[in-house]
C-alpha cells in the first residue's frame, strides 16, 4: 500500500530544496568574491545535497513500482545512460568520494547484471539508488553524467503518475 501522503508531502520538501539549490546556483554564478563563492558550495554540500540525497531515496522507494511504466525500449536507453555514468564516477580515484557511494555503485552494478530480467525491471529497481548517486556526483563537481540521467529518467517517470 502507498504512504500517498508522505510521497506528496517528500515532492513537496524535493521542490522546496531544489530551488534552494537553484537559488544557491545563481548566486555562486552572481558573486565573484572567492571566499563568498567557497562558503556557497560548502553549504550546497553540507546542508542541501545530503536532504536531497536523503529524501529522493526516501521518495522512490516508497514511489508504487506498479505505477511506473517504461517500455524496455525507454529503459533500454536510460540504463545505458546510467551504465555510462557509474563508469564515469568509478573512473575517479576512490579516495575522493565516500564509501557509501562505493556501495551504491556497486549495487547498481548487481542489478544491472542481474540475468534474464527486462530493462524496465532493471530499471525500476535502481531507481530508488540513482538519485543518491546523482547528489554525490553534484558534491564532487564531476561531469554530471548520473544527474542529467536522473533528471532525464525523473522526468519520464513523473510525466507518467497518475
Known amino acids: 500500500m502507498t504512504d500517498r501522503p508522505r510521497l506528496n508531502d517528500l515532492k513537496d520538501i524535493l521542490e522546496l530544496l531544489y530551488e534552494k539549490l537553484g537559488e544557491f546556483e545563481k548566486e555562486l554564478i552572481i558573486n565573484s568574491s572567492k571566499l563568498a563563492k567557497f562558503e556557497l558550495k560548502?553549504?550546497?554540500?553540507?546542508?542541501?545535497?545530503?536532504?536531497?540525497?536523503?529524501?529522493?531515496?526516501?521518495?522512490?522507494?516508497?514511489y508504487p513500482q506498479e505505477t511506473i511504466v517504461i517500455s524496455d525500449e525507454e529503459a533500454e536507453t536510460q540504463l545505458i545512460k546510467v551504465e555510462?555514468?557509474?563508469?564515469?564516477?568509478?573512473?575517479?580515484?576512490?579516495?575522493?568520494?565516500?564509501?557509501?557511494l562505493i556501495s551504491l555503485l556497486q549495487e547498481i552494478r548487481d542489478k544491472l547484471n542481474e540475468p534474464d530480467k527486462a530493462a524496465s525491471a532493471?530499471?525500476?529497481?535502481?531507481?530508488?539508488?540513482?538519485?543518491?548517486?546523482?547528489?554525490?556526483?553534484?558534491?564532487?563537481?564531476?561531469?554530471?553524467?548520473?544527474?542529467?540521467?536522473?533528471?532525464?529518467?525523473?522526468g519520464m517517470v513523473r510525466r507518467q503518475e497518475v
Not at 548517486?133 to 544527474?147: C, D, F, K, P, R
Open 42 to 62: 560548502q553549504r550546497i554540500k553540507r546542508e542541501i545535497l545530503p536532504d536531497i540525497r536523503k529524501y529522493e531515496t526516501e521518495y522512490w522507494e516508497l
Open 84 to 100: 555510462e555514468a557509474a563508469t564515469s564516477i568509478e573512473q575517479i580515484p576512490s579516495s575522493t568520494y565516500p564509501l557509501e
Open 122 to 154: 532493471k530499471l525500476k529497481v535502481v531507481l530508488p539508488l540513482i538519485p543518491a548517486i546523482a547528489s554525490y556526483e553534484l558534491e564532487m563537481e564531476t561531469e554530471g553524467l548520473m544527474y542529467r540521467t536522473w533528471k532525464a529518467i525523473k
